[in-house]
């Protein structure tokens, strides 16, 4: 059977909204998305990840019930993928396109706006629908948007979202359901979520600090990212998904990684590689003590003493959440994409205080290449105990 390739992909990132600006802010280890906001925290400023709303493109006027700030964040990386989606309807049918999106915040901050609204004035503001702030509205969204009659829904399960929409569209196309699927994840800025990690105590009070001993939390960001899945040879290919539940507790991981260890397992077998091949693994390194603590101890167990250089990508645009999953995808294409001419490596950036309590993990250094790439590794682990991998490759036909 034809493999599963990434015929196209849209971005609106922290790093910038085409292939070129992220992957080479990227590489930089650029932290210059990272802005301190005095508007998400009750008590006191935060660092996040922010897209200026000056890069955002507007709803159209047919779509005005629609729209909400994490609608325009994924409008503007949609219309990156137009082309791609319209001659796939000419091709295939508008009835032969899915779209599975993760999110986990949606519309919430237009809630919030109407909320503060009707306090004052006693009623919500005209142009507020609760729509806006459902978890299935996003991808309803894009389906109108491009018209589409496939099978369409949201995954929400915090972090692991948008991870999890890539083997939801693999399932559809196996299965003869769709000829092509647009998955992705879509997350925006909001006082609820930042908040409620804040009460968690889980936000850092700087910037983030994956796997030292000196991490304290995390910092939450916002973006979009899309991608056109469909059965045929490209440049970089879907090779394999692993999912697991392990339900070890409502928020904390199974401290040895159980879980982890099985979706990444699961993601090998699927696709038919060993550990020795894959060449970088985007970690899902949270900054916080029990995520990072779990995650160096799963990927020590399963490479054992072949463990390829791998990094935490949130220091460099936030923890995106329910569209973490898709942006650390992306950063995974991008790597392995021809736009990756020297075969860098997404930097670690941290204080470099090694956790005496973890096993040490070979962490990406400012400007560090590698003879080839041609496999990568995206993990995202969630509350729960969902965990995903995912798995990419450079085309052999490339």
């Not at 301190?36 to 660092?47: I, S, Y």
């Not at 915090?158 to 092509?180: E, G, I, T």
């Not at 979520?193 to 939450?220: H, M, W, Y």
Request: hydrophobic share 40%; proline share 5%.
């Amino acid at each position: 059977m034809t493999g599963i390739g990434i015929t196209h992909i849209g971005l609106c990132t922290p790093l910038g909204n085409t292939p070129e600006s992220v992957l080479t802010k990227l590489l930089q280890g650029d932290t210059s998305a990272m802005q301190w906001r005095d508007d998400l925290l009750f008590e006191k400023p935060t660092l996040v990840g922010s897209i200026s709303d000056d890069v955002l493109l507007d709803i159209p006027q047919h779509l005005q019930k629609f729209n909400c700030r994490n609608n325009r964040l994924l409008h503007t990386a949609a219309m990156q993928i137009q082309h791609s989606v319209q001659q796939a309807k000419l091709e295939y049918g508008a009835d032969r396109i899915g779209v599975i999106l993760g999110s986990s915040t949606s519309g919430i901050s237009k809630g919030e706006a109407a909320l503060s609204y009707r306090a004052e004035h006693g009623k919500f503001p005209p142009s507020y629908h609760y729509s806006q702030q459902e978890l299935g509205s996003t991808s309803l969204y894009l389906q109108m948007l491009f018209d589409l009659q496939g099978p369409c829904y949201t995954i929400s399960t915090a972090c692991s979202s948008s991870a999890k929409v890539f083997a939801a569209a693999k399932r559809l196309l196996q299965a003869n359901l769709c000829d092509m699927v647009i998955v992705g994840g879509v997350d925006s800025l909001c006082q609820l979520t930042l908040n409620g990690f804040n009460a968690l105590e889980s936000v850092s009070k700087g910037q983030c600090n994956p796997f030292s001993l000196n991490r304290d939390g995390i910092n939450i960001g916002e973006g979009a990212v899309l991608f056109t899945l469909e059965k045929k040879m490209t440049q970089v290919m879907l090779a394999g998904v692993g999912e697991s539940a392990d339900a070890h507790h409502i928020s904390a991981p199974h401290p040895e990684g159980h879980g982890a260890i099985s979706a990444m397992q699961q993601a090998l077998q699927a696709a038919n590689i060993s550990i020795n091949d894959i060449d970088y693994i985007n970690l899902h390194g949270t900054a916080t003590p029990k995520n990072d603590a779990m995650e160096s101890r799963a990927v020590s167990c399963l490479f054992k003493g072949a463990i390829p250089p791998c990094s935490s990508t949130k220091p460099i645009v936030g923890h995106l959440l329910g569209a973490a999953g898709a942006i650390e995808a992306a950063f995974c294409y991008l790597v392995l994409s021809d736009l990756n001419d020297k075969n860098g490596l997404p930097p670690q950036l941290w204080d470099q205080v090694i956790d005496p309590n973890n096993p040490a993990l070979p962490f990406v250094i400012q400007g560090q290449t590698r003879a080839k790439i041609n496999y990568t590794m995206s993990n995202s682990f969630a509350f729960g105990g969902s965990n995903v991998s995912v798995i990419f490759a450079k085309s052999k036909h490339n």
